[in-house]
Each structure stands twice: as C-alpha cells, then as structure tokens.
C-alpha cells in the first residue's frame, strides 16, 4: 500500500487540504468503540490525544503550510460524525483549519467520487474505502495529474466556500 497521508504532508511546503465525504470510517476502530461506549477525550489532558499526525501537522503550520479539511456530512449526523466532531479539538489544536458542509448543501457542486488529499496543488492522494468504511487494501493512491489536481482543488475551494467553520458548526 502507498504511504499514508502524514509522509505527504511531512514535505509539503504550502498547503494541504483534505475532503472527506463519508458518514462512517473504519467502525471496528477501538477508539470509536469506546467513544460509544462513553468514553471521552478530556481536552485539558493533552498527553491523552496528542498523536504522532498532530505532530506532523503542527511541523506542517509551523513551516508555514496551511492545512485545511473539510467534512460533508448528512444530517441527521451518524455516531461516526458525532465521534470525529468531538475529537476535532486536536485536529483544531495541532494547527488545522475544519469545516463541516451538511450533504443537503452541495447541491450543484461537482464532487470526486472519493475522499481525497492535495498537497501544494500538484499531488493527490486518493482513499479508495470498501463498502464498509475500511480503507481498501490497496486504498491510497498518489497522483501528479495537474488536471486531477486542478479538479479537486476546485472541488475543495467550492465545499469550503460553504462550509461551516468547526467553532460554528453544531450536528443535528
């Protein structure tokens, strides 16, 4: 499998955005299963959620690449969502830029068919899910296509033109 997003975004130098367009990922992720069984993170105790992608980010900002992500989400919001909304304080506290777009208002918006990450305008790494949310055995995929990447840089800009700032969004 290709190498996961952190090592792009490690040698990115100007920015990276992130699409994801699912309700549900990977819902055997014992993180998520204690998160339903009522498990919270406690924001105060960083050491608690502080990970290894949130040091690749906070490196990304601190050379000065904006990171930015975008979820379309339906509403009423899946667990899933409701899960990744409470932990997006660390995404937000390691430097990311997030916003919420409810599926209901990207009517009119010519979307990818996949989830997807662009690094400086040029590179995308593609995530190719099965049915069920799990990332596919061979589910990244990177490409330098410039018309790829000019459409999905355009995809991204028109979500995110819509989208609600994470500090302003509140699930239905």
């Not at 990171?67 to 509403?75: L, M």
């Not at 899960?83 to 995404?91: H, L, M, R």
């Not at 390691?94 to 990818?112: D, I, M």
């Not at 800009?157 to 819509?162: L, N």
Request: hydrophobic fraction near 40%; aromatic fraction near 12%; include cysteine.
């Amino acid at each position: 499998m290709q190498p996961p997003a952190r090592n792009a975004l490690a040698t990115a130098q100007r920015s990276a955005v992130h699409l994801e367009m699912r309700d549900a990922y990977m819902l055997d992720d014992p993180e998520f299963i204690a998160w339903q069984g009522g498990k919270r993170l406690d924001q105060a105790d960083r050491a608690a959620w502080w990970n290894s992608w949130h040091d690749v980010v906070a490196e990304a900002v601190g050379r000065g690449v904006v990171v930015r992500r975008a979820r379309i989400v339906s509403e009423p919001v899946s667990d899933y969502v409701r899960y990744e909304f409470d932990g997006t304080f660390a995404n937000v506290a390691a430097g990311e830029q997030v916003r919420w777009l409810p599926r209901r208002s990207t009517v009119g918006l010519a979307l990818p068919g996949t989830d997807f990450w662009l690094f400086d305008d040029e590179t995308v790494l593609l995530h190719h899910f099965t049915g069920d949310g799990q990332l596919d055995e061979d589910g990244r995929e990177y490409l330098t296509d410039p018309a790829l990447a000019k459409l999905c840089g355009a995809a991204f800009e028109a979500v995110w033109d819509r989208a609600v700032p994470h500090e302003d969004y509140r699930p239905r």
